[in-house]
């Protein structure tokens, strides 16, 4: 089982991001929201099965803290992507994930912990298949 996130299972471009929003269907978590697109051939340049990206809002001020929890929601999918492996067996769609973390506006902007991120990343990937 392979723990890496190479380029190619990123997804890149305006374009691309555009059409997850516009067909993908929603989950949410605690922390995170997930937009789920599935095998949507001809809009989308899949280069591997399973794509993800990150958006983080801007409501998070410094880019410090932006890219910090990028790395934290990249790390905590990175390390449990074999959920997508295993269950994928049963299913020969493609699949494309985008990763929205937006605080709360009455929650204060505390930085999550990697613990609360990956709890919920495990959750929002437990529920794609169900």
């Not at 697109?37 to 989308?44: P, V, Y």
């Not at 803290?65 to 769609?93: G, H, P, V, W």
């Not at 999550?112 to 437990?126: C, G, N, R, T, Y």
Request: glycine share 4%.
């Amino acid at each position: 089982m392979s723990y890496t996130l190479k380029k190619s299972e990123i997804v890149r471009g305006r374009k691309a991001f555009q059409v997850i929003f516009e067909r993908g269907r929603k989950i949410e978590g605690k922390i995170l929201r997930c937009i789920v697109l599935e095998d949507d051939s001809g809009t989308i340049r899949w280069q591997s099965k399973f794509m993800v990206g990150i958006l983080i809002s801007r409501v998070v001020k410094r880019a410090v803290d932006r890219n910090r929890m990028k790395r934290l929601i990249r790390e905590a999918y990175r390390l449990n992507k074999y959920m997508l492996q295993t269950n994928s067996e049963k299913f020969s769609q493609r699949i494309a994930l985008l990763f929205i973390y937006s605080p709360k506006v009455n929650v204060s902007l505390q930085m999550p912990s990697f613990a609360e991120v990956e709890q919920d990343v495990k959750h929002i990937l437990s529920t794609i298949f169900h």
